[in-house]
């Protein structure tokens, strides 16, 4: 499975950016996706998650509310809608893909249990 993340740039805060992710390959193996984010200095970290096939949605605390997951099974395509974003929201996010069965939130939201990645898009948010 190939991930291709898209639409990552510089946007003020409290405006809003799309994030695309578009799986290729064995996608019919595709159970789980997510998104995660990484700050300068800092650990690599959860932001929401959505199961593949019934669309159940998973979201850190931190974005609850702010952003919203979303899939087009048809296009293969995952999106993350980034509403009234902070600054301290200001990372590179990569999109993951898990082919395993297995969607509870010890699952969703650890790096270890995704199988494929994205090369990751830039998102700054500017004060």
């Known amino acids: 499975v190939q991930l291709q993340a898209s639409g990552g740039g510089l946007v003020q805060a409290g405006g809003s950016l799309r994030l695309s992710c578009t799986a290729s390959?064995?996608?019919?193996?595709?159970?789980?996706m997510g998104w995660f984010r990484q700050a300068p200095g800092k650990e690599r970290e959860f932001v929401a998650a959505?199961?593949?096939?019934?669309?159940?949605?998973f979201y850190a605390d931190s974005v609850k509310g702010r952003f919203t997951i979303s899939r087009d099974s048809a296009k293969n395509t995952m999106y993350l809608q980034m509403n009234s974003p902070k600054p301290e929201d200001t990372a590179v996010y990569y999109c993951?893909?898990?082919?395993?069965?297995?969607?509870?939130?010890?699952?969703?939201?650890?790096?270890?249990?995704?199988?494929?990645w994205g090369q990751g898009t830039q998102v700054t948010v500017s004060s």
């Open positions: 959505i199961t593949w096939n019934g669309g159940s949605t």
């Open positions: 993951a893909h898990r082919q395993s069965y297995g969607s509870t939130w010890n699952i969703v939201g650890t790096t270890a249990k995704y199988d494929y």
């Open positions: 390959g064995r996608t019919f193996t595709t159970y789980v």
